[in-house]
């Protein structure tokens, strides 16, 4: 959807610049827009092999798993319908411990993982349970401590001091987590959004 969005703008674009006769200055912004995106995607290479080694270095020395070990009692009240030793569970404290690192080539994969674990506790499973929302609302409003995506991109634009975004981040995503919390249980709590189950043995045996 999105290959089609992107070349109906294209086609938009060259079609308006023939009828307005400013097709030389469509393709000459397309042709400056092309530099200016490689030589952004080449200023981050080097910004980015270091947070992403720095990061690396974080995840082999242990610290994501003590992170994790850490998150595990908060990750339990989050999820109480998750039993404690269900791989889903650790996947999911895994998964922010990552995010909150900034690995999110790691985070992806355990976020993936902890779905599919997610789902074998799932007694409807074209539903998504309320441990599943609230832990898609967690990963997407994700609480960063170290940006390295952001720092990159401001070191690469030429920003003096890049890490200052690190503050504000941090403030932005705890609010936003705060937030996604906040509604995910107000609206599990309204009748539309409550999973209607048949029958209770089945959800017990699903559990």
């Known amino acids: ?3 089609f969005i992107w070349a109906g703008l294209l086609i938009v674009g060259f079609v308006v610049g023939i009828i307005t006769g400013n097709v030389e200055e ?8 092309a530099n200016t995106a490689v030589e952004l995607a080449l200023g981050l290479v080097g910004v980015m092999a270091l947070w992403l080694g720095i990061m690396k270095i974080a995840e082999k020395s242990g610290l994501v798993e003590k992170l994790a070990r850490g998150l ?6 989050l999820f109480p319908d998750v039993p404690a030793e269900h791989p ?3 996947a999911m404290v895994m998964n922010i411990a990552a995010n909150i690192l900034g690995l999110g080539n790691a985070a992806t994969p355990l976020g993936l993982k902890a779905m599919q674990e997610l789902q074998t506790l799932n007694p409807k499973k074209d539903t998504a349970t309320n441990a599943m929302v609230t832990f ?5 409003s994700s609480v960063t401590l170290v940006p ?9 634009a030429g920003a003096k001091t890049p890490t200052e975004i690190i503050g504000p981040t941090i403030i932005a995503t705890t609010v936003s987590t705060v937030v996604a919390l ?3 249980r107000y609206l599990g709590k309204l009748p539309k959004y409550q999973i209607n189950y048949d029958e209770d043995t089945e959800y017990e045996e699903a559990k």
Request: hydrophobic fraction near 55%; charge should be positive; proline fraction near 3%.
């Open 148 to 156: 390295a995506t952001s720092i990159a991109i401001l070191a690469s």
């Open 136 to 140: 898609l609302a967690i990963n997407t």
């Open 182 to 184: 906040i509604a995910t």
């Open 72 to 77: 595990k009692p908060i990750t339990l009240k």
């Open 26 to 33: 469509v393709t000459n912004a397309a042709i400056e827009s």
């Open 88 to 90: 889903a569970m650790g």
């Open 1 to 3: 959807m999105i290959n």
